[in-house]
Structure formats: structure tokens, C-alpha cells
């Protein structure tokens, strides 16, 4: 028996009489209402929630964006626009979404390393900031600036010489599959200023999951002096500098939320020094995880108790097809719990036991030996922290089970 339960430190859902609270709806009334399960639940309030506490922090000319593909739920993103100053988004698909809920063109940026042709029209002809991410993108853009009469507006995503230190996703740093290397970027800047594309600025960004505030300052630190450096070669000033993402979450035991305050006093002193050396530069954050992670669960049902050999089994009706990441799948090195407690026992705690979904597989594993040994048929095993990366990052058609369903809760006016 473990006496402290690992979601003791995560408090973002109530529990009353038992029963976890969603906006205030104890979890078997939810499930009543979506009337079925697996299901995603996301929080409004807590979105809400999260924007204001970064609000609080960063300096008002700071702009904050929303990367779509941590949680493309349309309702999230719909609710998120209002909130954030713009969205960025991975894929010709993500764009319709990004347009579709009314932030303007020119507040929507374009990232990842293999943008289609396609692709880069549609983003085109709508307007949106293109981070280009190779010498083919930035090539293939001319044509197309021709023939639908208007320039490109292109930032240039730096694979900068540094990298996010102890982040849980590396994407910078070394040879990289994201962005131009910083010692090319001179040369895709003079090709971009001959095809006279419109050149706004620099996209770095350099990894993900990061619950060090000094790691995540020096990146930042390293990325704006990397951009003074950078902007000698640029045909334009320098208009934006997206300091990319990398906020991270507590999962684990262990981990500690990330400290906003440092972050916020050393983008102060960021946006003094951008104000100097690049007068006309916005700095721009781009969060995805952060922004939803906490604020949504994981809710599946109860379908069998087996005991092997000694050790208890919780079957659930859900598993890795809808949440990959809490099998441990996805990014982790070594397999850690993610937070996982019984909805309608949120109370009490029992002796250990292992949570499985219904796949063929020794991989659908939800938890691994925690404190949930009085779960009876029926009753609902949630997964915290379950906001970012869930449905969208994981196998759904993976031995064809149904998929789940994703709702979000709460009023949107008070
Ligand atoms: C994934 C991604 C993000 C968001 O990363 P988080 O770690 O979820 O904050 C931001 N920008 C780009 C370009 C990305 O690919």
C-alpha cells in the first residue's frame, strides 16, 4: 500500500462524497450524460484558468499562441481562440480549423518539416505566417506567390546549435529534422530576400515537456541572441521571433509544476532587450501541452477484476487506442504511472493493482501496480493530466475497438 496517492498533489478536480467533479458534475452524472464510455473530458473553467495565470506572468507585449496539435477537440480550439492572440497549426487540416474559428490570418503561423505543396498554397491564399522549415519549401513558395499574385509571408524555423536541456522531447539541437540549421539560415535568408517572399521573421523552438524554469529561460535566452545574430542577414527586420513552446506538466512522481515566475521576470528582461536590438520584433510563446494538459481526463469503465497468479487486473473498456501516452508509449524512455484514480471512489484506497484496456497487447497497460484494488465492475478509472496529446496521438482504428467520445464542460458564460 502507498499511504500518499500520486494524484494527491493534483487538485484541479474536485472530489466530493467520492466522486470526482467536472465543472461541478460529479463523474457518474457526466457519464450519464455522455452516455457511453471511454470519453475525454476537458474542463472550460480551467482552460480559462491556465491563459490567466500566464497572463499574469508575461509582459503584455509577449503575445501568447496556441498549438493546435496538442489538443485539436474543435470546441477546445474554438474556446481557446478567444483567449490567446493566435494559433498555430501542423498540418493543411489543422489550418481549416485554425480559419474556421474566426482568428485572423495573419494571427495563424504554419510549422512542420514536411509541408506538401498543397499545403503551402492553401496557407498561402490564406495569409498565414509560414515557418519554413527547408530551402524546397521556400523555393516552391515562389511559383506560388506568382501565380496567386501575392507574396508568401515566411518566418524561418532555426534548428538552433543548442538544445532544451532535460526536455522530454528534443526538437532542436544537433542534426534535427525540424527547421533550417542555424549556420544555413544566412543563405535561406539571402534566397528568400532574391524570390522576394515577405520575410517576417524567426521561428526556435527547441523542445518540449520541460519542468526546468532555468532550462527553459536559457533556451529563450539563447534563442533571442540567436536572432540578433541571424537578423544581420535578413532582407527585412525582423517582425516576429516565436520562442516556440516547451512548458511543461507534472505527470509524475516527483515532479514539480513548473515555476511560471522566473519565466515571467526573465521574458521581462527578453522583451527589453528585443525592444533594443530588434525594435520592431513581437516575441511570441507557442504552448500547447501547457495550455490544456491539466485540464482534462481520461474517464473509462470497469469490465472485469482478474487476479493471476497473485496480482489484480483491472480490465477497463479503454486503453492505448485512445491514450497512447498513459501506456507509456508515447515519448517516455522508461514507463511511469501517469495519474490514474477510481472516479466514484476518489476517496478511499485499496491494495495494489494493475489497469489494462481490452487490446491483445502486454503494451495496453494504464497503470502499473498503484492503490486501486476496491474498483468493482462498473465503476469509472479516470487518467488525470490526460488534456494534451490524447485521442489525436494515439492508435484509434488499433484492433478496431470503438473510439472515444471528447467533450468539453462547463458554462461558457458564467
Ligand atoms: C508541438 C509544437 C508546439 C507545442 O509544443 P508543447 O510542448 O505541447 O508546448 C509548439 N510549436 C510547434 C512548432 C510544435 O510542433
Redesign the pocket.
Given at each position: 500500500m502507498i499511504d500518499k496517492p500520486q494524484h494527491a498533489e493534483m487538485r484541479q478536480f474536485a472530489i466530493l462524497d467520492g466522486n470526482l467533479q467536472v465543472a461541478g458534475i460529479p463523474l457518474p452524472r457526466l457519464a450519464a450524460q455522455i452516455g457511453r464510455t471511454p470519453f475525454y473530458a476537458y474542463d472550460r473553467g480551467l482552460l480559462t484558468q491556465r491563459i490567466a495565470q500566464l497572463r499574469a506572468i508575461l509582459p503584455h507585449s509577449v503575445k501568447l499562441h496556441y498549438?493546435i496539435?496538442?489538443n485539436p477537440m474543435p470546441a477546445v480550439v474554438g474556446h481557446l481562440a478567444k483567449l490567446v492572440d493566435g494559433l498555430?497549426v501542423?498540418s493543411g487540416a489543422e489550418l481549416t480549423m485554425a480559419l474556421n474559428t474566426g482568428v485572423a490570418a495573419r494571427e495563424i503561423s504554419f510549422?512542420?518539416p514536411g509541408k506538401q505543396h498543397a499545403e503551402l498554397r492553401q496557407a498561402l491564399a490564406a495569409g498565414v505566417l509560414i515557418?519554413v522549415e527547408s530551402l524546397r519549401e521556400i523555393r516552391e513558395l515562389a511559383p506560388l506567390s506568382a501565380e496567386l499574385g501575392l507574396p508568401a509571408r515566411v518566418a524561418v524555423?532555426v534548428n538552433p546549435g543548442f538544445e532544451l536541456k532535460l526536455s522530454g522531447?528534443k526538437?532542436g539541437g544537433g542534426p534535427k529534422q525540424f527547421g533550417i540549421d542555424a549556420e544555413c539560415v544566412p543563405d535561406a535568408l539571402a534566397e528568400i530576400g532574391h524570390l522576394g517572399l515577405a520575410f517576417e521573421g524567426f521561428?526556435i523552438?527547441s523542445g518540449?515537456?520541460n519542468l526546468r524554469p532555468e532550462a527553459i529561460c536559457d533556451a529563450q535566452n539563447k534563442a533571442l541572441a540567436l536572432a540578433c545574430e541571424l537578423a544581420a542577414f535578413a532582407p527585412s527586420p525582423v517582425r516576429v521571433l516565436n520562442l516556440?513552446?516547451?512548458?511543461g506538466i507534472p505527470y509524475f512522481p516527483g515532479d514539480q509544476a513548473l515555476d511560471l515566475a522566473p519565466i515571467g521576470a526573465n521574458l521581462q528582461t527578453l522583451a527589453s532587450v528585443a525592444q533594443a536590438r530588434l525594435p520592431q520584433a513581437e516575441l511570441t510563446l507557442?504552448?500547447?501541452?501547457?495550455l490544456v494538459g491539466e485540464a482534462g481526463i481520461y474517464v473509462c469503465r470497469v469490465v472485469d477484476i482478474k487476479i493471476s497468479r497473485g496480482q489484480t487486473f483491472i480490465v477497463v473498456d479503454g486503453g492505448l487506442h485512445h491514450h497512447l501516452a498513459a501506456s507509456g508509449n508515447f515519448g517516455q524512455i522508461i514507463r511511469k504511472n501517469y495519474p490514474v484514480l477510481i472516479g466514484n471512489r476518489a476517496d478511499q484506497t485499496g491494495p495494489l493493482a494493475s489497469v489494462v484496456g481490452p487490446l491483445c497487447t502486454p503494451l495496453d497497460l494504464l497503470a502499473d501496480n498503484l492503490p486501486l484494488g476496491h474498483a468493482q465492475p462498473g465503476d469509472f478509472v479516470v487518467v488525470l493530466q490526460s488534456g494534451?496529446?490524447g485521442p489525436s496521438a494515439s492508435p484509434q482504428r488499433f484492433l478496431s475497438h470503438p473510439e472515444c467520445a471528447e467533450v468539453l464542460v462547463g458554462l461558457a458564460r458564467a
Open positions: 498549438a496539435k496538442a498555430d501542423a510549422a512542420g515557418n524555423r522531447m526538437m521561428h523552438f518540449s515537456q516556440g513552446g516547451g512548458f507557442e504552448l500547447g501541452r501547457y494534451a496529446y
